[in-house]
């Protein structure tokens, strides 16, 4: 029954798109009222989770980043050489809370445009192929990678242009900057020593009780993903719908009449 109603409530939503507008039911806001935006910014990740193509939006609950090279070719601590993770996805990125936005103001480009928000747990699954020496003993290792961020918080700082298109002005991100950090990222390679169990445990024993060394080592190279991740949620959306139908009027008894 509850399934019932909300495919109801979906196929309602789905009517009522036009063109490139933004669903009744997001709620809009006036320029600059962060607390609004805060707000819809939620509704929009809490009852939307398999986003919404007709304005851009792509699924956030399982974030597909197969393209791009993820520590491909990176020296991980003192004894890997090679480190490949392929079929990437991630997960938990509906779980989403934003927690704070500055800049969504009538000329956004006049300052920085910054996102805060909170994930309990983004999950990063993987296959991994690593090659490497290990002491004296050269060895190849492949299996299932599995990161859990805990309690990841970010800050995103987006610098944004002003494209005009049909006497209507589109956001166009040239620079997204991400800061983030989290209480504990759990890390687990399967079968990195393939015929000895125990010393796969004790490998990945050592990676999670260093994971703050491990983090600064890779962060770079983190920071590079997230921003692609983050990037592409945004960038979609902006080229649809244009920045003034993302928000209210201007009340007209603000203009001058002449
Ligand atoms: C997202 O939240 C739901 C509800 O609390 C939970 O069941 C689910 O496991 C969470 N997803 C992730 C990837 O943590
Ligand atoms: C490990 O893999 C590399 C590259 O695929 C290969 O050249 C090498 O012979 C392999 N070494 C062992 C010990 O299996």
Known sequence: MRDTGIVLVLL??????????????????????????????????????????????????????????????????AFWLKFDLFNQVNYG??????????????????????IHGRIPSLIHKGDYFSTGRVWIVQMNSTGESLSDFQNFRFVLKLKVIMEYRNNKRYLKIYELTPFVTMDRWVFWLDNFFESNTDLTIAINQVFNLHWVEFWNELEPKNLKIFSGVFLSVFEDIFKKVSYDDMFLPISKEFEVND
């Open 93 to 114: 990125f509906e779980n989403t809370t934003i927690t704070k936005v500055s800049g969504f103001d009538e000329n956004p480009t006049s300052s920085l445009i910054e």
């Open 12 to 77: 309602q939503i789905i009517g009522s798109l036009q063109g490139q507008m933004l669903p009744k039911e997001i709620k809009k806001c006036h320029f600059g009222d962060s607390k609004c935006i805060v707000n819809s910014m939620n509704s929009v990740i809490k009852y939307f989770p398999k986003g919404i193509p007709a304005i851009g939006l792509k699924p956030i609950d399982v974030v597909d980043i197969r393209n791009s090279k993820f520590w491909n070719d990176e020296m991980v601590g």
